[in-house]
């Protein structure tokens, strides 16, 4: 059973922004910390970002500071990353998981994962 549904995802055009969603219905959402990873053909799993239950603490992947930025809605049990500024570098499929506990970019440490929306950038 997948928890966790990832949307949003889409083909655009470089420089232009884009927002994915991810919907839990699972009931740990609101104590939960969640992330968002990517990875992209042929590469190994990046860490995009990650919020703290309550979204006081947020944490980004180097590649994405600035551009992105992970916000969520506990009353919806939804996270989101907006992404502004888009390259075709961000091209990948894109995955938020859920951990319980602070904030993480070691994605080992989360235990639930959607399946992944496919974001491509053209240039």
């Known amino acids: 059973q997948v928890d966790l549904v990832e949307s949003g995802g889409g083909l655009v055009q470089a420089g232009d922004s884009l927002r994915l969603s991810c919907q839990d219905t699972g009931r740990t959402f609101s104590w939960s910390a969640m992330g968002w990873f990517r990875q992209a053909p042929g590469k190994e799993r990046e860490f995009v970002g990650s919020?703290?239950?309550?979204?006081?603490?947020?944490e980004y992947g180097n590649s994405v500071k600035g551009r992105f930025t992970i916000s969520r809605d506990n009353a919806k049990n939804t996270v989101y990353l907006q992404m502004d500024s888009l390259t075709p570098e961000d091209t990948a499929v894109y995955y938020c998981a859920r951990r319980p506990g602070y904030v993480s970019g070691r994605g080992w440490t989360y235990d639930s994962w959607g399946q992944g929306t496919q974001v491509t950038v053209s240039s």
């Open positions: 919020i703290d239950w309550n979204g006081d603490v947020l």
